[in-house]
């Protein structure tokens, strides 16, 4: 629902009508989610928009503003892209089981499930493993098919029953079985160093395009969007896990293989609902992620953002942990059946 030349603004009285039905639901889905969590001994928590560092990886973009004392003085300051770094704060002040609806701001997006503004429902776990995350969601996608009464989720002609037991795919064997490529062939002993020839070599075979400054991760991630991602959650959700660790900033690696990292994502009809991890605790092991992730965003944006002192130093007291972050609006947009984003937004940006 993007407004054209002509028609007329979102907040008219006939195209919000065609909008309610949308909000109405979101409003119930938001119920029984908050409902959910607090019957399994969460603590709700409203992490602060404004921050120090809005995050630090390459492809995230920030919006920045600037922060002006009593005596005028000025700092600059973002608006996050996730909750992520207070919240594990919060674990290191002692909190176990926390969620918030967080609203949360990324630049350079819009379309039909993407917008500036958005909410993102985080989730932590002390000392709990990453996969009782995938429970979790599992049971949330679920419960906002049953609080609508929806035995489908419905995306652009592709459906998924939310009900059916969740394939379970590694990124490796998702990536032979449908571009053809051994990834793991292209993870090195240094899990910040792939072999970028080694897959570039193999993508050419397979017909993929390469061009001669795409790094590894630019060819990961073609192969990803283009072969990988169309496939994920088709009739049935689709749980996909295990990245490579230099593609996962934020999480610690698989015990039997460290080249791998506990992260999952969770698919309905192509669609990515919700990125899990098992949190990285080691400070010094996340500046040097953080440090590699803003030499790639200088050198392709132009621009690099400050990382949070304060956040790497709570990271040495925080418990072993869980984390997921679930986008809010994808879930609703899924559940109800809704055009796009804009239908599930009270306000669209």
Not at 43 to 48: A, L
Not at 140 to 149: V, Y
Not at 299 to 324: C, K, T
Not at 335 to 348: K, L, M, T
Request: with cysteine; hydrophobic share 40%.
């Amino acid at each position: 629902m993007h407004e054209t030349a002509g028609e007329s603004p979102w907040w008219s009285v006939e195209r919000h009508l065609g909008r309610r039905p949308f909000l109405i639901a979101r409003g119930e889905i938001k119920r029984a989610v908050r409902a959910w969590f607090e019957n399994q001994g969460f603590t709700e928590v409203e992490c602060p928009a404004l921050q120090v560092s809005p995050g630090n990886e390459a492809h995230l973009h920030a919006f920045a503003t600037e922060k002006i004392g009593l005596d005028g003085t000025r700092a600059p300051r973002y608006l996050h892209t996730s909750p992520e770094f207070t919240a594990k704060k919060l674990l290191a002040a002692g909190e176990t089981r926390i969620f918030d609806f967080a609203r949360v701001f990324r630049n350079r997006e819009k379309g039909a499930l993407h917008s500036s503004e958005f909410t993102l429902l985080e989730w932590y776990r002390a000392n709990e493993p990453y996969e009782q995350l995938m429970d979790d969601a599992v049971a949330l996608m679920r419960l906002a098919a049953q609080t609508l009464g929806r035995d489908a989720f419905v995306w652009r002609g592709r459906t998924a029953d939310p009900f059916a037991e969740p394939e379970k795919l590694t990124v490796a064997e998702a990536f032979s079985r449908y571009a053809g490529i051994d990834l793991l062939a292209t993870l090195t002993d240094d899990p910040g160093a792939p072999d970028r020839d080694a897959l570039a070599t193999q993508a050419e075979a397979r017909g993929f395009r390469v061009v001669a400054d795409d790094s590894w991760t630019d060819i990961y991630s073609r192969i990803l969007v283009e072969s990988i991602e169309p496939n994920l959650g088709m009739g049935r959700p689709t749980i996909f896990y295990e990245y490579p660790v230099c593609e996962a900033a934020l999480s610690r690696p698989v015990a039997r293989d460290p080249r791998l990292a506990e992260r999952f994502e969770l698919y309905a009809c192509g669609v990515e609902l919700a990125n899990a991890f098992g949190e990285l605790t080691d400070p010094e092991e996340q500046r040097r992620r953080f440090q590699e992730e803003m030499e790639i965003k200088e050198r392709i944006y132009g621009e690099r953002y400050p990382l949070d002192e304060d956040f790497l130093a709570a990271l040495a007291h925080m418990p072993e942990a869980s984390g997921i972050a679930l986008g809010f609006e994808r879930l609703v947009v899924l559940a109800s059946g809704a055009r796009s984003i804009d239908d599930v937004v009270w306000a669209p940006v």
